[in-house]
């Protein structure tokens, strides 16, 4: 099956850096790729849709200037978490879809601390 | 709007016991029902899906689960548990038609005693 690996799988960072989050198709080219975040026992909630060459659309309460996501390439989507605090620590996890109307497939996940 | 509500966030079955985890939704459309699986450091992986037709899906790994419209149910079941089927499983609901906008329930954490 179609493959998403998502880059680093752990990162702790101090408040107030930034921290890059990749997601890339391995073996497909991705148009649309999902950014979720999921909190400790709650949902994964939809952050963000990162189409190729355009600006991501985003969810309803997400900042944008905070999450800024990168879709620079078919295969690259990047989220970058700029001046972290403690409150975005966090489990971010991305999908990409193979096509507009098949399934999606999801990266491993980057479990983000911020101390 | 639509929602999924997953009953029970820890779910214990023995081994070679019937599993069944369960999901009710609300959607304002007819929706797309999705059950994905998460094992430890691991991506979500489709288990199975109902989008029109046949109201009983099969999905991989023996499992499968029916859409029940006058329930708003889709429950996923397991004849027999395997120690392997051990993890987290997640609902989701898209209404959309498609797969742009998933929304997933707060997920089911399955242990199976051996």
């Known amino acids: 099956g179609a493959v998403v690996s998502q880059h680093p799988s752990r990162v702790i960072c101090k408040s107030g850096t930034s921290v890059k989050i990749e997601c890339r198709s391995l073996?497909?080219?991705?148009?649309?790729m999902f950014w979720y975040r999921q909190f400790p026992k709650q949902s994964l909630m939809l952050m963000a849709t990162s189409n190729e060459g355009s600006k991501a659309t985003y969810e309803q309460g997400v900042e944008k200037d905070k999450f800024l996501i990168n879709h620079a390439s078919l295969t690259l989507s990047t989220l970058t978490v700029t001046s972290a605090h403690p409150e975005d620590s966090s489990f971010y996890i991305c999908s990409a879809l193979l096509g507009p109307n098949t399934e999606a497939f999801f990266g491993q996940g980057t479990r983000l601390t911020v101390v | 709007a639509q929602s999924v509500t997953q009953l029970g966030s820890h779910v214990s079955v023995s081994e070679g016991a019937l599993v069944l985890l369960r999901c009710n939704y609300s959607s304002s459309v007819p929706p797309y029902l999705f059950w994905y699986v998460q094992y430890p450091n691991q991506g979500l992986q489709l288990l199975l899906k109902?989008?029109?037709?046949?109201?009983l899906v099969k999905g991989i790994n023996g499992f499968e689960a029916e859409f029940k419209k006058s329930e708003t149910s889709f429950h996923l079941t397991k004849p027999s548990a395997h120690m392997s089927d051990a993890a987290e499983y997640f609902c989701a609901v898209s209404d959309t038609g498609g797969y742009q906008k998933v929304t997933f329930g707060t997920g089911t954490k399955l242990q199976v005693i051996p």
């Open positions: 073996d497909f080219q991705a148009t649309t």
């Open positions: 109902y989008t029109t037709g046949a109201t």
